[in-house]
């Protein structure tokens, strides 16, 4: 059995090492042979642009829900989707848009946020973030933030 695979490796290497280009492969041959890029043509897909990635809800008091929406246009030549949506943090749900973006539409992320027992008597800046994961697009990801003070008459810590 292994002097099958020895004759196998052998075999292999002089067909697939003896081609009639003898140049060495660089970064350019793997980007190009992976199937993710398109071969390395970005006309074929999506690009997002947000009307902002960052969001200040200012001053709140603990047990507030409040809830931004991050809006973003597809401005590149191919659709593009969401593929996925993380909160860092079980304190904030986001929604999003589940159908696919064709070139010129818009699409968003809701996020909502329930500050219940993140607040303190002296009005702590709090900040969180959302992690999205886009398919077909020439970036395939972004996070956004917000953040508030929350306000409480009480200890919370």
């Not at 897909?45 to 409040?66: H, K, L, P, S």
């Not at 949506?85 to 304190?91: E, K, P």
Request: proline share 4%; hydrophobic share 30%; net charge negative.
């Amino acid at each position: 059995m292994n002097s099958q695979k020895s004759i196998f490796v052998v075999v292999s290497l002089f067909i697939f090492g003896c081609g009639s280009d003898n140049r060495s492969a660089d970064t350019s041959d793997i980007i190009n042979s992976n199937r993710d890029t398109h071969k390395g043509d970005t006309s074929v897909m999506g690009a997002f642009e947000f009307q902002d990635t960052t969001f200040d809800f200012g001053n709140i008091n603990d047990g507030e829900r409040v809830q931004h929406v991050f809006k973003f246009k597809n401005i590149g030549k191919g659709p593009l989707s969401i593929k996925n949506v993380q909160a860092m943090c079980g304190c904030t749900t986001p929604e999003w848009t589940r159908e696919v973006i064709p070139p010129g539409g818009e699409g968003r992320i809701v996020a909502t946020f329930n500050s219940s027992g993140r607040g303190g008597p002296d009005n702590p800046l709090v900040e969180k973030s959302i992690e999205v994961f886009f398919d077909n697009a020439i970036r395939d990801y972004i996070n956004l933030t917000f953040v508030s003070h929350i306000y409480s008459e009480k200890e919370n810590y």
